[in-house]
Nanobody, 123 residues
């Protein structure tokens, strides 16, 4: 499975940005499509996930709940992360990741990773 993330950039606080993650290869094996982020000097943290075989259920970190939304386009094998009402503390490199398991919270559960895209939120 190959993942290609895109859509990062600079946005002002309160603004919106949408990230995309295009998957190719053995995508039928993917159960969880997750988003993680890593701010400078911090560990990579879970942002949210969409689960393939659970009616596209989504789960989010408390820090982004109500502001971020994950969706998918099955025809395009693409997952999106819509980020609204952004805050400076959302500044990080964002990664999409794919896992064949439903243990979605931990980065170690994900076998495939995109290259990361930088999101900067100015105050």
């Amino acid at each position: 499975v190959q993942l290609q993330a895109s859509g990062g950039g600079l946005v002002q606080a309160g603004g919106s940005l949408r990230l995309s993650c295009a998957a190719s290869g053995r995508t039928f094996s993917i159960y969880s499509m997750g988003w993680f982020r890593q701010a400078p000097g911090k560990e990579r943290e879970f942002v949210g996930v969409i689960l393939k075989w659970s009616g596209d259920s989504t789960y989010y970190a408390d820090s982004v709940k109500g502001r971020f939304t994950i969706s998918r386009d099955n025809a395009q094998n693409t997952v999106y992360l819509q980020m609204d009402r952004m805050k400076p503390q959302d500044t990080a490199v964002y990664y999409c990741a794919a896992s064949p398991s439903g243990n979605y919270y931990y980065a170690a559960s994900y076998a495939y990773w995109g290259q990361g895209t930088l999101v900067t939120v100015s105050s």
